[in-house]
């Protein structure tokens, strides 16, 4: 089993910041990449940030947060952490986070966190 555990949630008012961490562990052999989707009551569940593990360190961002968010990541720790700049009420929702995942045995799969949620006031 892999388990994800997200923190780092809560509430701010528009213009704060945040920092969401997450840190998988169970039966891992290899992180393909780790990320953070979001969804908001009423929409879809969108991709905010990916980044891979490898030694590229390549990063992608949903068009409306470049510039204030930053993803990171500590391959050492299978760990991943979303930097949230300049939060805007449009960026409440549930985060989710998410590792492509090799396990011990050779299987390839996504795994998600439970969510944190993420509350930015007007």
């Known amino acids: 089993q892999v388990q994800l555990v997200e923190s780092g949630g809560g509430l701010v008012q528009a213009g704060g910041s945040l920092r969401l961490s997450c840190a998988a562990s169970?039966?891992?052999?290899?992180?393909?990449?780790m990320g953070w989707y979001r969804q908001a009551p009423g929409k879809q569940r969108e991709l905010v940030a990916v980044?891979?593990?490898?030694?590229?360190?390549?990063?992608n961002y949903v068009d409306s947060v470049k510039g204030r968010f930053t993803i990171s990541r500590d391959n050492a720790k299978n760990m991943v952490t979303l930097q949230m700049d300049s939060l805007k009420p449009e960026d409440t929702g549930v985060y989710y986070c998410?590792?492509?995942?090799?396990?011990?045995?050779?299987?390839?799969?996504?795994?998600w966190g439970q969510g944190t949620q993420v509350t930015v006031s007007s």
């Open positions: 980044i891979i593990s490898g030694s590229s360190g390549s990063t």
């Open positions: 998410y590792a492509n995942v090799i396990s011990l045995g050779g299987l390839r799969r996504s795994y």
């Open positions: 169970g039966s891992i052999f290899n992180i393909n990449e």
